[in-house]
């Protein structure tokens, strides 16, 4: 067996509304489709890549600390600084806390929280032929990055 690609990711959310809210209208993913407890989102490269789910009163919210898990998703946006800086500005404007701005050398990234504090990484692939060429510079640790 050869994967070909992640089809996509399903979150448990806290807020099905919230969480909508933020992957459809400040991110910029599609809904495609809507059940009782559960939003589909696609960015149009697949039928969805996201599935929200809302697990209702039962569920545990995460330990507060590192645990065992999905670290972070994230999201590509493009392929320019300009379509980062683009970003940076639309996320500012809708009220979205930025964590960080990192340059990862093989991309480039602003970090931030969704509703349910999942780390989300929105990022382009400013520099291709660096990890292209050298797989190793994903490996790389981020330096700040100015926008």
């Not at 697949?46 to 898990?69: F, M, N, R, S």
């Not at 320019?80 to 809708?94: G, K, Y």
Request: negative net charge.
């Amino acid at each position: 067996m050869i994967a070909h690609e992640l089809g996509h990711a399903g979150l448990y959310v806290r807020d099905l509304e919230a969480s909508t809210h933020f992957y459809r209208d400040v991110l910029g993913f599609r809904e495609v489709c809507r059940l009782p407890g559960a939003t589909f989102l696609s960015s149009g490269r697949a039928h969805h890549e996201l599935a929200l789910i809302e697990p209702g009163p039962e569920a545990v919210p995460a330990p507060a600390g590192p645990y065992y898990g999905v670290a972070h998703l994230a999201v590509k946006i493009g392929n320019s600084l300009d379509e980062l800086r683009a970003a940076h500005r639309e996320l500012l404007a809708a009220g979205t806390p930025i964590t960080a701005v990192l340059d990862f050398e093989g991309s480039q990234s602003i970090v931030v929280r969704d509703p349910d504090g999942n780390e989300v990484e929105v990022f382009v692939d400013a520099t291709p032929a660096l990890w292209r060429k050298d797989p190793s510079h994903v490996g790389t640790f981020p330096k700040p990055l100015t926008l």
